[in-house]
C-alpha cells in the first residue's frame, strides 16, 4: 500500500469515526446528557472509550488514523457503541485495516425470499437452482428437473449428489473433467467459512460414500468458483452444452444461485426449449424412473 493511500485511508477513518460518533445521542448510548454545557450533539471521544472498554488515547489514535494495532475485538466493541450497522462494521474493518467479518444475511437463514424463487423461475426454460453455503440444494426451477435430473428423492447437497446420484452421473458426458475443478471449489468455499464444521461433514459423509471423492479431496486442490460447461447426454433431447455461472447474493451472502446457460451455436438453446415444451414434457416422462431403475439392477 503507498503512503498516499494509506494516508487517504486515514482520513476516511478519522471522518468516518467522528460522523458516527456524532449521530450517536448520550440517552442512546446510556449516559446523562450533560446538559447545556454539552456544545456538540453526540459522544464525545472520552465516552466512546469508556463505553468501549478501551483507553481514551488508544481511541483518541484510532480515530486520529495513527499506525497503531487494533484487534477485531476493539473494533467490534466500538462498534456496538456507536451503533454500527453490518455494512458500517465492515467499513470499519477495512479502514483499521483489517478483513471485514463476513458479511450476515438479512433474512433468516433457511428462507428464500419471493424474489428469489421468482428469479429462478423467469430464467426459465434453462436451468437454474439456489444452494446455501453448503452447496445444499435449496430450490430450483423445472428446467433443473427436466434437463439436470433434480428431485426430491436426492440428498439435495450439489457436491454429494455429483458423486452419488446414478442419474446425472449417466448423463454427464464431462464428468471426469469437471469433477477436480469441482472438489477443488468445494475446498475455497471451505477456506472462506473456516471454522464452520458443517462443511467438514459434508466431507466426511461423501468419503464415506464415494472413494473417488475422498482421493480427490486428498490431493489438497484448490480452486476459486467459476463457470463450467456442462455436457449432459439427455435421453430424450440428445446432447446439451451448458455453462454454469454461480452469481452471489448480497443481501444473502450465504446463497449462491446458478444460471445455466446454452452454450451458442451447439443447438443447446432449442432442443431446451422443446424439453420444457408439453411435447417434450410428455417425451421426458418416465426417463428418470427408468435411469434409476437401471443403475440399481
Known amino acids: 500500500m503507498t503512503a498516499a ?64 494495532t487494533v484487534s477485531p475485538q476493539v473494533l467490534d466493541a466500538v462498534a456496538r457503541v456507536l451503533r454500527l450497522s453490518g455494512e458500517e462494521r465492515r467499513h470499519l474493518y477495512v479502514l483499521a485495516g483489517l ?57 439435495q447437497n450439489c457436491l454429494i449428489d455429483f458423486f452419488t446420484d446414478p442419474v446425472y452421473r449417466a448423463r454427464a458426458g464431462n464428468w471426469e473433467a469437471n469433477a477436480r475443478r469441482v472438489v477443488a471449489q468445494y475446498r475455497a468455499a471451505c477456506t472462506d467459512h473456516c471454522e464452520d464444521e458443517g462443511f467438514q461433514q459434508i466431507v466426511g459423509e461423501l468419503s464415506e460414500k464415494s472413494p473417488e471423492f475422498a482421493e480427490m479431496w486428498a490431493r489438497g486442490d484448490v480452486q476459486a468458483g467459476g ?52 411435447e417434450g414434457r410428455r417425451a421426458a416422462m418416465g426417463t428418470v424412473s427408468s435411469a434409476v431403475s437401471s443403475a440399481a439392477s
Do not use: C
Not at 478519522?14 to 456524532?22: T, W
Not at 456544545?39 to 495513527?66: C, I, M
Open 5 to 68: 493511500t494509506k494516508s487517504h485511508r486515514r482520513q476516511e477513518l478519522r471522518e468516518f469515526l467522528m460522523s458516527r460518533r456524532a449521530r450517536v445521542s448520550p440517552a442512546e448510548a446510556g449516559l446523562p446528557d450533560g446538559g447545556p454545557r454539552r456544545r456538540t450533539p453526540g459522544l464525545r471521544r472520552e465516552e466512546v472509550a469508556v463505553l468501549a472498554g478501551v483507553g481514551a488515547s488508544w481511541y483518541q489514535w484510532l480515530e486520529q488514523g495513527r499506525d497503531i
Open 99 to 155: 478483513n471485514p467479518p463476513l458479511p450476515r444475511p438479512v433474512d433468516e437463514p433457511g428462507e428464500l425470499s419471493d424474489g428469489l424463487h421468482r428469479l429462478i423461475d423467469a430464467w426459465m426454460p434453462h436451468p437454474a437452482h439456489i444452494m446455501d453455503a453448503y452447496w445444499n440444494n435449496i430450490a430450483y426451477n423445472d428446467a433443473a428437473r427436466l434437463v439436470l435430473a433434480f428431485r426430491p428423492s436426492l440428498r
Open 227 to 278: 463457470q463450467l460447461v456442462k455436457e449432459i447426454d439427455h435421453p430424450v433431447a440428445g446432447r446439451l452444452y451448458l455453462e454454469s455461472t454461480p452469481l452471489r447474493v448480497p443481501s444473502r451472502p450465504d446463497l449462491t444461485i446458478v444460471l445455466h446457460n446454452p452454450v451458442a451455436g451447439t443447438g443447446t438453446a432449442e432442443k431446451v426449449a422443446w424439453l420444457t415444451s408439453p
